[in-house]
């Protein structure tokens, strides 16, 4: 039973009709299932119910367990190197964050680190460790603990944000000096898409429903 | 308005908003998460507001002091964002002036506006429109963390830029200022409940609400 549950395109957990409220205008509606690859809409605002996105669990650990992997290249390989003035200097992501530490802003840099670094890593980690087991129709241990932290970590992920602010630096610096790409930095602009396509291969209701499930 | 759709509100139904689970508020926590289930977020305006105002108080020292300082060959030069958005656009570097001044200095603003405009419109102030405010809150929850841009441009610049006594770069007073109105802001926006619109809608067509219908019991 346990292997067919995996299989289940979205599972509805036990316990008669379910209803969906609209988070914006707070319609009530039957949670009807949809097809894989559509969304169902508020009838009053049009706003997005929830969305039967398809292969979401398979997709969201793939997404995910490739972030994880471009991560640990991103933070090995050189990301952004500069030669000025005879001098070369290199950045990565730590190093942005750790210079406005070193150099005066502590908050700033404290702030930058946790938006860049710590928010992707948990989320990355925490998709992995609630969807992998869910793939075979379990529940991880503290699974629901994790998935409640991530959809509070979510809008704090600034990856792509970052990614724009190394190319505005680029063309800043790029009259003054030599710079030159790294691994890292292809690695981090390919961890960008990993980490949007992860964080959108799963309805926030179908994780929630096949928690459930795997729970009872 | 003729016909309206049923409510979770006028059945004693809150949805979580953690997990989307649709319960009966008074059981107090989410049956399937734990969460605490409101029927609206709690004290939405006044947090809105309390949040944005701090916001807007920063807005001022954010443009005004310097956001990072360059020191080069002894000559020290302190950059406020305008300066910095008006050194690309004289340099010829349009598109990178439009997108930092867009980022730095156009969203900040018209989130701060947005935010006082929801919050006018949902206590009655000024006629609700849901239709169309909800835009005005989907582009203040969505385009909000752009900002950010401009700090970490300064992280990028600090750290690379450490050439000796050739040229350096430090971050200025401004960055702290500015990383505060963006999170602010975003807290601000989190808090806002646009539900409060459309019972704004309702207590204009005098449709009976069961919540104030219920407080009054």
Redesign the interface.
């Known amino acids: 039973v346990r292997r067919r549950l995996s299989i289940l395109p979205w599972p509805k957990p036990p316990g008669g009709p379910r209803h969906s409220v609209c988070h914006f205008c707070d319609t009530l509606h039957d949670a009807f299932p949809v097809p894989e690859g559509t969304a169902a809409r508020c009838l009053c605002c049009g706003a997005v119910l929830y969305q039967n996105r398809p292969a979401s669990l398979v997709r969201a650990t793939a997404f995910s367990l490739t972030a994880l992997v471009l991560m640990v290249v991103v933070h090995t390989f050189p990301f952004l190197t500069m030669d000025a003035a005879s001098m070369r200097t290199s950045l990565s992501l730590t190093t942005a964050a750790r210079s406005l530490i070193e150099e005066g802003s502590p908050i700033v840099g404290s702030a930058v680190a946790l938006f860049t670094i710590i928010t992707p890593v948990i989320l990355a980690c925490g998709l992995i460790y609630v969807c992998a087991p869910l793939l075979f129709g379990r529940a991880a241990p503290g699974a629901m603990f994790v998935t409640r932290w991530m959809s509070k970590t979510e809008p704090w992920n600034m990856i792509e944000v970052f990614l724009l602010g190394v190319l505005v630096s680029l063309l800043k610096l790029a009259k003054v000096a030599d710079l030159h790409f790294g691994t890292g930095f292809w690695a981090f602009a390919a961890l960008m898409l990993c980490m949007a396509a992860a964080v959108a291969s799963i309805d926030r209701d179908e994780l929630w429903d096949r928690l459930e499930v795997a729970k009872s | 308005m003729s016909a309206r759709?049923?409510?979770?509100?006028?059945?004693g139904?809150?949805?979580c908003?953690?997990?989307?689970?649709?319960a009966p508020e008074n059981l107090g926590n989410c049956p399937?998460?734990?969460?605490a289930l409101h029927i609206r977020k709690p004290n939405s305006i006044q947090r809105t507001i309390a949040l944005m105002s701090a916001a807007a108080a920063l807005y001022i020292p954010a443009n005004v002091l310097p956001i990072m300082t360059i020191t080069e060959l002894g000559d020290v030069d302190e950059t406020t964002i305008m300066e910095g958005m008006i050194s690309?656009w004289n340099?010829g570097?349009y598109p990178?002036a439009i997108?930092?001044f867009t980022a730095s200095i156009l969203i900040p603003l018209l989130k701060i506006v947005a935010l006082v405009w929801l919050c006018a419109a949902a206590t009655g102030k000024i006629d609700p429109s849901?239709?169309m405010l909800?835009k005005v809150?989907w582009f203040t929850e969505l385009l909000g963390?752009?900002s950010?841009?401009?700090?970490?441009?300064?992280?990028?610049?600090?750290?690379?830029?450490?050439?000796?006594t050739?040229?350096s770069i430090?971050?200025g007073p401004a960055?702290?200022a500015f990383?505060g109105v963006v999170?602010l802001t975003?807290f601000a926006a989190?808090s806002f409940d646009?539900?409060l619109l459309?019972d704004q809608l309702d207590r204009m067509n005098n449709i009976p609400n069961p919540e104030t219908a219920l407080s009054l019991e």
């Open positions: 759709f049923p409510r979770a509100v006028d059945r139904l809150a949805g908003h953690v997990c989307g689970r649709v399937r998460c734990g969460s690309f340099t570097a990178i997108v930092i849901p239709s909800g809150y963390r752009w950010m841009i401009d700090i970490f441009v300064v992280g990028i610049l600090v750290a690379l830029v450490q050439l000796g050739y040229m430090t971050p960055a702290l990383g999170v975003m989190m646009p539900r459309w």
